[in-house]
């Protein structure tokens, strides 16, 4: 049997969740494309049978072996086929609820916030994670997109903010579950 050729490629986020194709040169010179598959995790392997070097005394050619590694995404972390990121929202949002704009791997979509929603509450966006494997209507299903919101306050001071928390009489102890 011919040589096998290993190789380490670093493919972004996005290519490893839609799949895609990415031109690879081998030691022999040969410019080949590889075809990346949809859902692809990080340290999977791709084999490319038969693609390696020449045979020997009538053997068979050898094997291309990529490992392929995930560069990781600004706002996405992966588990399994379901996408988890954090969602800044507005105090008003939280106490007020609304709609706010959720980027996901196929374009922004909007996501209704609960009233009373703290931060940390989950919101899922079904079919918004890992596409799909296989046929259309006859593969695995797509991954979801969790949501975690963030009340985020704004980065300079508010001087409105900062009236109404004066004169707020609140009458909850946000720390009693830990006691």
Do not use: C
């Amino acid at each position: 049997k011919g040589e096998d050729f290993a190789f380490t490629i670093t493919i972004s986020f996005e290519e490893a969740a839609r799949g895609g194709t990415r031109r690879i040169t081998l030691p022999d010179g040969r410019d080949m494309d590889v075809r990346i598959p949809t859902g692809l995790k990080d340290g999977q392997q791709i084999r490319l049978k038969g693609q390696g070097g020449p045979g020997r005394n009538g053997g068979p050619p050898g094997d291309v072996m990529l490992q392929v590694s995930v560069a990781p995404h600004p706002l996405f972390t992966r588990e399994g086929d379901n996408l988890k990121m954090d969602l800044p929202v507005t105090l008003q949002e939280a106490v007020m609820g609304g709609t706010v704009t959720v980027p996901t791997l196929t374009g922004p979509v909007a996501l209704k916030v609960p009233p009373n929603s703290n931060s940390g509450t989950v919101l899922r966006l079904k079919g918004k994670g890992i596409p799909g494997r296989g046929t259309p209507g006859g593969g695995e299903p797509a991954g979801d997109l969790y949501v975690k919101l963030v009340v985020a306050l704004p980065d300079k001071p508010d001087p409105d903010l900062e009236k109404f928390a004066e004169g707020w009489k609140n009458s909850y102890d946000p720390r009693a579950k830990l006691k």
